[in-house]
Every structure is written in C-alpha cells, then in structure tokens.
C-alpha cells in the first residue's frame, strides 16, 4: 500500500490565491522529505528538501518565498504555492524515505495544479 | 553535480520482445542509481535501485538493471514486454543518505500489440 500520501490530487485556483499541499508518511517518520516539480512530459525537478524542525533547503532558481514549505511534525510536510500565476500550473510531487540509511524513496502520487 | 542522460525519449517495442532502455549518469561520488516508472497523472513506483554489492539488481516486474563503473551506465531490461509495461520510466543518481534524487528526462515506453 501507499506509504506516502499527498493531498489533495488535484487542484484548481484562481490567480492571486495561495494553495497548500500536504505530503504525509503514513507509517514511517521522515526526518527528510523531498518536494519535485514535473512539467508535461517532462521529467522531475527537485525543488527543495524538506528538514524537520529547520529551515527547508531550495534549489537554486526557485523562489522561496514562493513555494513556502513547512516539515512541522515526522509524518507531515506541506508546501504551499503562494500568490499562484498561471505559470505556476504544473505536477508537484512529494517524497520521504525511512530513516534507515539506504531507505529507498517513496513518492506520493502528485498533486495536479491549475491556476486559471 | 550530478547528472543523468536517458536515450530516447520514447522507446516502442512489440509485446514480447525485449526491453531495453538507456540510462548514462555522472556522479562526483559513487552514485547510487534508482529506476522508476510512472503512470499518468500518478507518483513514482520505485522499480529497483543499486546502492552497493552486486552489480546486477533485479527489480519487481521483472525488470532488472546492470551498474557498469566502466560505462558510466545503468541500463534497464525486461526480457519479455508487456502490455500492463506502457508508461514512463525514469532513471536517477543520487549520492545516498538524505540526498535528493536527480532524474533524467525519462524514456516513454510503447508496447505494440
């Protein structure tokens, strides 16, 4: 079963209006989780981890301010697109890992985002 | 830096034969290589993943993938295509621990009838 669960699946705002995703680890803590953006047929861009307790990390090129993460618990992490443009539309996906060392990552299964 | 070069983004091949698909990385470090697949509009499902030891890693599907130092490669294989294959299939490096995932730009698998 699902290990990691993201919420909700699909989304649609008007432009101007914050979003908030929510990517969980149901039964497992994640120290670390991991937010990706996929444009259409595209492949996945790591956007920032995820540290519970601290600071998120971004990568370079992506707004922070933007694209606000929080990790507040072991189990849950949110990211939330603020002041959304059209151009913000796009596939976002989670992922966490165990905290055993080598613990392979498990996605959650995307949110679809559309900003009209 | 990382990086990973996926060869061919859409791949087709009839169901039964072979499936072969490319994936060449660089890695400052000993890599530690995943393939993953996706279905539309879903998440990714972890295929296999080589992190140390053997260097032929058999994956679920019956999908398995060869780490070649020498080649730089990790190339993944099914000896006999299925309908239920089709999808998108994504192969990443990462450096291990807490590391985030680079992906290449992923190889659409066809299978004809």
């Known amino acids: 079963g699902a290990v990691v669960s993201q919420h909700p699946s699909r989304v649609i705002c008007k432009s101007g209006t914050s979003v908030k995703i929510e990517c969980r680890s149901l039964d497992f803590q994640a120290t670390t989780m991991f937010w990706y953006r996929q444009f259409p047929k595209q492949s996945l861009m790591l956007m920032a981890t995820?540290?519970?307790?601290?600071?998120?990390?971004?990568e370079q090129g992506v707004e922070k301010d933007k694209f606000l993460i929080n990790h507040a618990s072991l189990t849950l992490s949110t990211l939330t697109v603020t002041s959304a443009h059209p151009e913000d539309s796009s596939f976002y996906i989670c992922?966490?890992?165990?905290?055993?060392?080598?613990?392979?990552?498990?996605f959650g299964n995307g949110t679809r985002l559309t900003v009209t | 830096a990382q990086s990973v070069t996926q060869l061919g983004s859409h791949v087709s091949v009839s169901e039964g034969a072979l499936v072969l698909l490319r994936c060449n990385y660089s890695s400052s470090v000993p890599p530690y290589l995943f393939w993953y697949v996706q279905y539309p509009n879903q998440g990714l499902q972890l295929l296999l993943k080589y992190t140390t030891g053997a260097t032929l890693v058999k994956g679920i599907n019956g999908f398995e993938a060869e780490f070649k130092k020498s080649e730089t490669s990790f190339h993944l294989t099914k000896p006999s295509a299925h309908m239920s294959d089709a999808a998108e299939y994504f192969c990443?490096?990462?450096?291990?621990?807490?590391?985030?995932?680079?992906f290449g730009k992923g190889t659409h698998l066809i299978i004809q009838p």
């Open positions: 995820s540290n519970e307790g601290s600071k998120a990390t971004y």
């Open positions: 992922s966490a890992s165990r905290e055993e060392y080598n613990s392979p990552l498990h």
């Open positions: 990443a490096v990462s450096r291990g621990g807490a590391d985030g995932l680079t």
